[in-house]
C-alpha cells in the first residue's frame, strides 16, 4: 500500500498528497500545477502543491511529484480494499 494512504470521511475523498488536482492520478497537469506556486511560502500545508508540508514548495515537492509520476493512487486503493 501507498504511503500517502487515502480516506473517505463523511462521504469525501481525501486523496494522497502527490495527487494535486485530486483526479486519483499523477500526472503532467499535477506537475504543471505545482510548478505555478513554485518559489511560494505560507503555513506548513497551507496548499496541496507544498507536498511535504513544510511551507514551502520547493524543488522536494517536485521530487515527491516525479517518484509518484504516473500513479494512480485511486485504483490501488479500491483494489486494495475490495479484494479485486
Known amino acids: 500500500m501507498d504511503e ?14 502527490w495527487d ?20 511560494q511560502i505560507g503555513f506548513p ?5 507544498d ?3 513544510n511551507g514551502k514548495v520547493e524543488v522536494y515537492d517536485f521530487v515527491l511529484l516525479s ?3 504516473a500513479d494512480s493512487w485511486l485504483k490501488k486503493y479500491f483494489f486494495s480494499t475490495t479484494g479485486r
Open 51 to 53: 507536498i511535504d508540508n
Open 45 to 49: 500545508g497551507w496548499i496541496r502543491e
Open 4 to 17: 500517502n494512504p487515502s480516506c473517505i470521511i463523511n462521504d469525501t475523498i481525501y486523496s494522497s498528497s
Open 67 to 69: 517518484n509518484h509520476y
Open 20 to 39: 494535486i488536482n485530486n483526479d486519483g492520478n499523477c500526472s503532467m497537469l499535477d506537475l504543471s500545477l505545482a510548478s505555478y506556486k513554485y518559489g
